[in-house]
Nanobody, 124 residues
Framework: DVQLQASGGGLVQTGGSLRLSCAAS????????MTWFRQAPGKGPEWVSS????????YYADSVKGRFTISRDTAKNTLYLQMNMLKAEDTAVYYC?????????????????WGQGTLVTVSS
């Protein structure tokens, strides 16, 4: 079974940093495109970033570009999201997911499996 567990969320002040982790198991992590998406209170899911295993490239939503960095440690089957210069509008539950999306000028996500998210609260 695919299992994904996000962690590392918490309360941080505007301008601060957090690093989220996602422990993955039950599939071949190294050859799977992985994604972070988030859901703010009262809003729908919002794609944040993807790490494309095939191309070895990363993609970011405009709202986080230049502030967030996605990375992966294949030896540890772990996906990361380094979040810097956090803003109040980054407050959300963050989820990691397998992704069957594609790139055509921009990333078009297609979430496969996701697990429990981790809450990030940015206080202003």
């Amino acid at each position: 079974d695919v299992q994904l567990q996000a962690s590392g969320g918490g309360l941080v002040q505007t301008g601060g940093s957090l690093r989220l982790s996602c422990a993955a198991s039950g599939f071949t992590f190294g050859s799977t495109t992985m994604t972070w998406f988030r859901q703010a209170p009262g809003k729908g899911p919002e794609w944040v970033s993807s790490s494309n295993s095939g191309r070895g490239t990363s993609y970011y939503a405009d709202s986080v570009k230049g502030r967030f960095t996605i990375s992966r440690d294949t030896a540890k089957n772990t996906l990361y999201l380094q979040m810097n210069m956090l803003k109040a509008e980054d407050t959300a539950v963050y989820y990691c997911a397998t992704d069957q999306g594609y790139y055509s000028g921009k990333w078009y996500p297609c979430y496969g499996s996701w697990g429990q998210g981790t809450l990030v609260t940015v206080s202003s």
